[in-house]
């Protein structure tokens, strides 16, 4: 490659088509990020503070550039060496949940304790019953005169506790 070009038109030249130029002479095969870069940083003659200065922007550059595709965990391709389908980075595929999954673990014995429960039917209120008898108007709801006549024996009641309570 070098042959043809000179030092000056190496320095005109992208790290990202260098990149290219390495893919392609690799014959079909992904290449790591760090290969990629050390080619072309070697290519371009650059001292290792001037990869540093250009690692960040190189790697943008890789991954805006519609030529090349993340293969697996900074193994990089060509986009014509894969169909459409394989065009994903499978080490980032095989981490991300699908959305049915997340987080189902969190809230498994939750589930039961938010469940209706089953409602008791009062065969004397069932609507509908023909037969059911009304209340009797003393035991409406349950209460007759004389559960709420009773209040004053609770005030007894309550004397009677104290003076227990006086004892101990």
Do not use: H
């Not at 038109?9 to 790290?15: G, V």
């Not at 469940?115 to 008898?133: K, Q, R, S």
């Amino acid at each position: 490659m070098s042959d043809n070009l000179t030092l000056e038109q190496i320095k005109e030249i992208a790290m990202v088509d260098l990149s290219y130029i390495a893919l392609e002479q690799n014959n079909g095969q992904p290449m790591l990020y760090r290969e990629l870069i050390e080619y072309a940083s070697k290519v371009k003659g650059y001292t290792e503070e001037e990869v540093t200065q250009y690692i960040a922007q190189f790697y943008t550059d890789l991954n805006v550039d519609g030529r090349f595709v993340c293969v697996g965990r900074s193994l990089w391709g060509l986009r014509e060496w894969y169909p459409t389908d394989q065009a994903t980075d499978s080490a980032i595929a095989s981490n991300i949940l699908d959305d049915d999954d997340f987080g189902d673990d969190l809230y498994e014995d939750e589930s039961d304790d938010f469940a209706p429960e089953p409602i008791e039917e009062d065969p004397l209120y069932t609507v509908g019953a023909e037969d059911a008898d009304e209340p009797d108007d003393d035991t409406a709801d349950g209460f007759t005169e004389e559960d709420i006549d009773g209040e004053e024996d609770e005030d007894e009641n309550d004397e009677l506790d104290l003076e227990d309570e006086d004892e101990l």
